[in-house]
């Protein structure tokens, strides 16, 4: 158990619908991290967030969002869903200090049909 | 820009065998972390080992132990006495020392017969 927490597990909607999928980091870690993994490929980095501020960005489309919360959960939100955003979103946390590692939740697997 | 290659989509290894999954960089960083992460079919992604860039020694965790050659940017992991349990997806990563996001190589993924 990494101590990341992710919420849902899995979810199925529709085309052109809105998700929100909720990331609790571990005890004590500032930085949630997002990334993408579709099917049988690597994983791709979305946003990263540091005690509240957005951090750094990568391939995020203009479709999705994140914030993170006063008390450090982050939230990524998907809308206008096309059938390519199938995919495995994955939330990390770090600490606050050089161990460099990245923890992982367990995944939200989203599925549009 | 970093990024990570993995040149290997797929390897095979015998049990108990020895196998060695290929990593290389490419950074102008003189100070970083790579790593290597195991995805099992569960998905989890579950770090196997660790190694700072600073250090001349190579890590190793048990079975597990990586070749890292900062000159040549390479990163490879030798997993001894293979397991059943080895079966996955592996992935080399690379991350920087300001805190920022970690890269990921495409990955390779390991079948280990019986």
């Known amino acids: 158990d990494s101590g990341v927490t992710q919420t849902p597990k899995h979810l199925i909607t529709a085309t052109g619908q809105r998700v929100t999928l909720r990331c609790s980091p571990r005890s004590g870690d500032l930085s949630v991290y997002w990334y993408q993994q579709s099917l049988d490929q690597g994983l791709q980095f979305l946003i990263q967030y540091y005690n509240g501020e957005e951090r750094a960005k990568g391939n995020i489309l203009e479709r999705f969002s994140a914030q993170q919360f006063p008390d450090l959960h982050s939230e990524l939100n998907l809308s206008s869903l096309e059938l390519g955003d199938s995919a495995l979103y994955f939330c990390?946390?770090?600490?606050?200090?050089?161990?460099?590692?990245?923890?992982f939740g367990e995944g939200s697997r989203l599925t549009v049909l | 820009a970093q990024t990570v290659t993995q040149s290997q989509p797929e390897m095979s290894v015998q049990e108990a065998e020895t196998v060695t999954l290929s990593c290389t960089y490419d950074t102008s960083e003189s100070d970083y972390y790579l790593f290597w992460y195991k995805q099992p079919p569960s998905r989890q992604m579950i770090l196997v080992i660790r190694?700072?860039?600073?250090?001349?020694q190579n890590a190793t965790e048990n079975r597990f132990s990586v070749n890292f050659q900062k000159a040549a940017k390479s990163f490879s992991l030798k997993i001894s006495d293979s397991q059943l349990g080895d079966a996955a997806m592996y992935f080399c990563a690379y991350r920087t020392y300001n805190n920022n996001d970690m890269r990921f190589g495409a990955g390779t993924r390991l079948t280990v017969k019986p």
């Open positions: 190694q700072e860039a600073y250090k001349q």
């Open positions: 990390a946390s770090s600490a606050d200090t050089y161990t460099g590692e990245l923890f």
